[in-house]
């Protein structure tokens, strides 16, 4: 069994800041890659960024918060964060983390970006942004 436990949810006036944690714990033989998605109230769920595990950590962000969030890894903690700037009303959702446990691809700059890409998936936290 694999748990995803994310922190760091609240809420934050609009051009604020958050920044969320996602631990990832129990029987994990191999990590390959690690996401945030997103689903707003009446919306699918849509991709948010992901880091890959091995090397430096090849990094993918959807156009709509590239320049204002920063996705980073802490190997030895299992741990992937997103570091939330200018934060805006339309950022409001639920942030949910999730794993790659199988490698998708073997080229390197594979980006991880497809549901189907992760293989476990948080419970999610509200990110609520105010106008």
């Known amino acids: 069994q694999v748990q995803l436990g994310e922190s760091g949810g609240g809420l934050v006036q609009a051009g604020g800041s958050l920044r969320l944690s996602c631990a990832a714990s129990?029987?994990?033989?191999?990590?390959?890659?690690m996401g945030w998605f997103r689903q707003a109230p009446g919306k699918d769920r849509e991709f948010v960024s992901s880091i890959t595990w091995s090397g430096g950590g090849v990094t993918y962000y959807a156009d709509s918060v590239k320049g204002r969030f920063t996705i980073s890894r802490d190997n030895a903690k299992s741990t992937v964060y997103l570091q939330m700037n200018s934060l805006k009303p339309e950022d409001t959702a639920v942030y949910s983390c999730?794993?790659?446990?199988?490698?998708?691809?073997?080229?390197?700059?594979?980006?991880?970006?497809?549901?189907?890409?992760?293989?476990?998936w948080g419970q999610g936290t509200q990110v609520t942004v105010s106008s």
């Open positions: 999730a794993l790659a446990l199988r490698r998708r691809s073997y080229d390197d700059t594979y980006y991880y970006a497809k549901d189907s890409d992760f293989d476990s």
């Open positions: 129990g029987r994990i033989f191999s990590m390959y890659a």
